[in-house]
């Protein structure tokens, strides 16, 4: 079952104002204040909400949540997580931002991986089923 638009847009807007702080505190900025936030959010919201589109993507896949599914949707979101922050890095330039501020293109893989096993953990934690879990997660 799919969730609606503005469920998924809240829940990962919420998410992107606790990243978009740590990222403010963590990136070099060139402005202070609400400016320096908003580029810091932006990146942030890439990587949960366009983050999130790649998840469902993935879970489209037969049998990712099972024995050699799962290093395929490692690698999904590795690959999805370098898309993703590549669309924050081009945002930043709209912005006039320059993306030698930020990290290379593979680490935005390493971190949307490592976000992804953080929320998925937090998820399982909860004990909440949801349809982030692949057909042999449950």
């Known amino acids: 079952m799919r969730e609606r638009f503005l469920v998924t847009l809240t829940r990962n807007a919420g998410l992107a104002a606790v990243l978009g702080a740590a990222f403010y505190l963590l990136l070099p900025r060139q402005a202070n204040g609400w400016w320096g936030y908003l580029d810091a959010f932006t990146l942030a919201f890439c990587f949960t909400f366009f983050g999130h589109y790649v998840d469902v993507i993935l879970l489209m896949v037969p049998n990712i949540g099972v024995g050699a599914g799962r290093v395929v949707r490692l690698a999904g979101w590795f690959a999805g997580g370098m898309w993703v922050y590549e669309i924050g890095r081009r945002l930043w330039l709209l912005y006039g ?25 937090v998820l399982r934690a909860q004990g909440k089923a949801n349809f982030y879990m692949g057909s042999g997660e449950r």
Do not use: I, M
């Open 97 to 121: 931002r320059s993306t030698l501020d930020l990290p290379p293109l593979v680490w935005g893989g390493v971190f949307f991986v490592v976000l992804e096993l953080v929320v998925h953990a």
